[in-house]
């Protein structure tokens, strides 16, 4: 089956062969590599993308119930030249140690700051409760995001 | 396969008319596990997400496709805390109230709130509208009464929830955590506790002894509450997994009822 969404804003057609998740639709066919295979459970959020602006696991959604959806992964985010806030607070911040869990914390930590700028520590860690960093980076992490809401709040 | 995506419920209602034996997808939090590790391959998959009728929650009236995101933000106490410990904020966004009681894990977070308040599960085909109560609906471990041709429509909540009501589960961490034991107290204006507890058996129960013997004590005294406690630690059913053993899961159930009903009582 062939299905249609948008993709990072850009309209991109995709095969889908059975009940295979988003995730390895946008991986193995639209070669965007930012959203991570790892446990496809949903226990670690390294896959997390926007869906119709939802924080969501890909690797749980059917990509065939994703058809005529918004998707946006790590590479819509920003740009190497043009870096998105939170991306520019994680380097600045080096909340970064092997990446592999990057994407979604960025992705995970966009989607709050549009619902709640100023959160505060403790609505930070709940928002990220579902991304897991296992080289255990998560001060820098906080302190990354807690940048953003100062600014935010001054 | 083949996926049909019904976006009004009597539309659903025909295609699953016409293909009983077909999966059934709402927000894919349970499914999609069982898929991406090959222990599925559904051949016609229903998918819910878009039937707008099953995202309505009016009053007592919950619709099976209202997410946890959601009922996190609602007014009903316990039942907005069960929704904050559900997985993630990602599992939030996409689990719904309606995939709980159809997988019907005996660990279901949402079961201890529908258990303690006697709420009824609506059931709809072509043929008709059903409603049971929710251990008429809940028979097993990943068992329930739901025919191959019926949806689970609704959760139908009585006329007066106590307003006195708390949830709690235990679990290795806060986040992300299938529950070792969960329960669920609510106390109504009469003084009248109601005890449920899940994890603890192949569905969850009530510890009716524990409620008896609570509700007609006048003094809630400490060697009461002791009782209690230990009535409630006899009562349930657990056993002993990869998760928990069943001697830890028998405290655990005693301690959580104790503390969530002196909460009621604080309140």
Known sequence: ?154 | MNIERPSGLEEGLEALAASPEATLLAGGTDLMVEINYHARRPEHVIALRRVKELKEWDGRRLGAGVTFRRIEQGPIRALAQLARTVGSPQIRAAGTIGGNLGTASPAGDSHPFLAACDAHIELQSRRGTRTLRWDEFLVGVKRTSRQDDELITAVVLPEALPRRQEFAKVGVRSAMVIATVSACVMVDDEGQARVALGAVGPTVLRARRAEEMINSESEKSDAALAEFARLVSEEVKPITDHRSTEEYRRHAAGVLSRRLFERCLRT
């Open chain 1, 1 to 154: 089956m062939k299905i249609t969404l948008v993709v990072n804003r850009e309209e991109r057609e995709a095969a889908v062969h059975g009940p295979e998740s988003l995730l390895f639709v946008l991986r193995e066919r639209l070669g965007l590599l930012g959203a991570k295979d790892a446990c496809l459970q949903g226990e670690c959020g390294s896959c997390t993308v926007l869906l119709d602006g939802e924080a969501v696991c890909s690797c749980l959604v059917m990509a065939g119930d994703a058809a005529g959806s918004e998707v946006l992964t790590v590479e819509g985010l920003g740009t190497e030249d043009e870096l998105h806030p939170v991306q520019a607070a994680f380097v600045e911040h080096g909340a970064v140690q092997c990446g592999f869990c990057t994407p979604g914390f960025l992705i995970s930590t966009a989607h709050l700051l549009g619902h709640n700028p100023t959160p505060t520590t403790d609505e930070i860690r709940e928002a990220l409760a579902g991304n897991i960093c296992r080289c255990t980076g998560y001060g820098a992490v906080l302190r990354a995001v807690e940048s953003l809401a100062g600014e935010r709040r001054s």
